[in-house]
DNA sequence: CCCCATTGTGAACGGACGGTGAACCGGATC
DNA sequence: GATCCGGTTCACCGTCCGTTCACAATGGGG
């Protein structure tokens, strides 16, 4: 996903907190010269202007955002209780709002659902390790950007294993863990859904899941080795 | 200025108040029959729909007002902090939202910027995926240029599907969101849908609309992103 | 160097999952 | 009331894939 343009520059502490953890890439820029100077090659995925910091200039940087050939959006304004009324007529010059102090997951609704208005797509939710690439919304998995084309249980065996790299579990933790706590078989189960996984990972990447003799499974490097 | 729809009656006092002093009419409905009955003849000015009192019925309401033969619009959402979650793959029910409790000033900003923003005939109303095209107002949807003859569940499941594109969703999912919280039947239901819709969509694109085994089905390809 | 526990491998079985055709049913239309 | 239309349900069946088993390969300990 590309950056979200964010002002002013240093960015407020709680902002850059709340967009980190939602997982939202950003950069901040001072004025329109440096947003220009930093904007990438294929344009910002929107912008969240501060303007209970500085006003004028935060409202004059929204218009000219505006203004491009290319008008960025969405913009969403962080405002104060006291500049709720400052919105009349500047009506243009914003998508949303978002009250400061804004909670945490207020702010990453309002984005979520403003890229959706907007139409542009919605950041994924991936696992990623190495060349590696887990999509969770949409079931599949790609190594090296080639799609891997696993089955229900190899998927969710690798997005367990996957989600915990470098620890061992046992085949029967694994069982309970991914195939559920009352499954009722045999151990060896585990070893052939290991062993096909190997096999799509390709040659190249079975070494991704080691094993680890007379204990189970591990996925990745161990913490402790070199 | 018509009323604005509210939901539930009785309204929560803060908001009557709130609407009172900011000079809004409006009138409150129990559900979407009462609401029809006491429609103005020039229509609502839009709704306010309260869905931290009763989540399910105010969705419900929310999808009945976005599936009249014109829909209602705006819809402004008042959630709780713990139901911020629950908008995920709600976005099509609303068009924007308030956290309560909320500032009086807040609403009436949000309200003042929705009426200005539905004034310039922003929201989407074509979907397009490919050669697929979707026309929200005429519900008609085509392809290649060539129309396609759906019927309403048919249109709204290819609707609610080419909205979210990549995404996967289980049967049960898709039953709650397309048909409703209430329903109660067979899940095979949707399969049968979905084998009508590809046979429609041709053989050229039937692959449109995946299956995920043990999962549910996918519509066109995933966004990699990243 | 041998032995046996442990794991890899290929193949086969069978259950479950989903596609398909048709019947059913309730509401709308004439 | 007859007919049509669209949504739902059901039964059947093909196929996919999870599981199991037998056997080969491996590797660590004595």
Redesign the interface.
């Known amino acids: 996903?590309e950056p979200i343009l964010l002002f002013p520059d240093p960015v407020p502490p709680e902002l850059a907190q709340a967009l980190d953890l939602a997982g939202y890439p950003w950069k901040a820029a001072t004025d329109e010269a440096t947003a220009a100077r930093l904007e990438p090659d294929d344009g910002w995925a929107g912008a969240i202007v501060c303007a209970h910091v500085e006003p004028e200039r935060a409202f004059a940087l929204c218009r000219a955002l505006r203004k491009r050939d290319a008008p960025l959006e969405p913009v969403l304004l962080l405002v104060s209780?006291t500049q709720?009324?400052d919105?009349?007529l500047r009506?243009d010059l914003f998508?949303?709002?978002c009250?400061a102090p804004f909670?945490p997951?207020?702010l990453?609704?309002r984005l979520?659902?403003l890229f959706?208005?907007t139409?542009r797509?919605t950041?994924?939710e991936?696992i990623e390790y190495g060349e590696l690439?887990l999509?969770l919304?949409?079931?599949?998995a790609?190594i090296s950007?080639k799609p891997l084309d696993l089955?229900?249980m190899e998927y969710e065996l690798l997005k367990f294993l996957s989600s915990h790299p470098g620890k061992v579990f046992t085949r029967e933790t694994l069982l309970s863990r991914v195939w559920g706590y009352e499954y009722y078989g045999g151990a060896r189960t585990v070893d052939v859904h290991i062993r096909r996984l190997r096999a799509k990972l390709g040659e190249h990447h079975a070494g991704l899941i080691q094993t680890v003799r007379s204990v189970g499974y591990r996925f990745g490097q161990s913490r402790w080795s070199l």
């Open positions: 996903m209780g709720l009324g919105l009349e009506d998508d949303d709002f009250l909670h997951r207020e990453e609704a979520k659902h959706w208005r139409g797509g950041r994924p991936l690439v999509n919304e949409t079931y599949q790609a950007g089955t229900y």
